[in-house]
């Protein structure tokens, strides 16, 4: 008998499998809590529009986008900046301070070519369901227009036939 | 004798397929595909612009003559929900309201588009008005005619968005939005 062959100590093969099983699992639910974490669309029905352009957003370019559920509250990445609900004074200084942000972090160019002043040249995407009440897209845009905001830009998100057509 | 016993041993071994491994590979493509496909959105967008210079001009700016599209809801309509199990849409009760369901408008809303002295509750009619401004504009040496969009009460997003699409539909780009929040 050859004992040296089946030395306990330096035979012992170690199972990788469970190993990569747990660091996959572990890094495919960081994925996830990431991306939910980070994620800024709201789940809502959007309206339907024929001419609408395809949005395909580059997933690691930051871009502001305002979402507008059917009651009326303004959503920035699962964050409440506005509720119709609330009253009060001070109610419209939350998105108003949201919206001075966006623009600040905006790419900017000037006025016109006879004024210089710097405005916000990037489009701000507004996300309203379609049963929501205009009158709070509209509330989302004077703010924007705001000498403090000045973004001029604007996008609405809507459903195009194709989506509908797939569902 | 002993070197026949190993054999024996080996011959009698029941080979199994390790199951586990397998197993575990498929939950995880499972998963993954589960989490990808939710966060999988293709999404459209329409484009307009609020006025520009907005607080930046200190003196008076000239007013351009834009061709203006009121919108007054004459039938607000039925409120609906979707029904999973009647899998369409039913009117939605007076308690759902109250528990704040969220509710769309039946096909009988109607929509009064006022352009001028000009009203009218088909879209149709609104596109070729508009296409007649935008040809007068072109022919007049804009680039394009320039639409307001006055929203009035009870208005929602879809009733304006569908003003927007046929509005882009005929080419014009310049486009502003009027109105406020607390009428």
Known sequence: MNLAKHDAETDMDMDM??????????????????????????????????????????????????????NGPMIYKRETYFDPEVKGPNRFDDLRELLVDFARNMEQAPLSDSNPMMVPDEPLLIRADMTTPFRFIQFAMAQAADPSVKIWKLELAVSTPQEENAD | MAQKGILAKIADEKHELEMTPMIDVTFLLLIFFMCTLKFKVLEGKLGAYLPKDVGAQSTPQEEIEKFKIQLRVLNEGTKMRFSKEAEKLVPVSEAQLEDGFRFEYGDDRRIEYTMGSYATTDLEEVRKRLSQVQKAAIAAGEDSARVEIDPRERTINRDVVRVLDVVIGEDIREINFSGSFEK
């Open chain 1, 17 to 70: 499998t469970p190993m990569i099983d747990v660091v996959f699992l572990l890094i495919i639910f960081f994925m996830v809590i990431t991306d939910l974490t980070q994620q800024d669309l709201e789940d809502l029905q959007l309206p339907l529009a024929e001419q609408a352009t395809p949005d395909k957003p580059d997933p690691d370019e930051w871009r502001p986008i305002l979402n507008i559920p059917f």
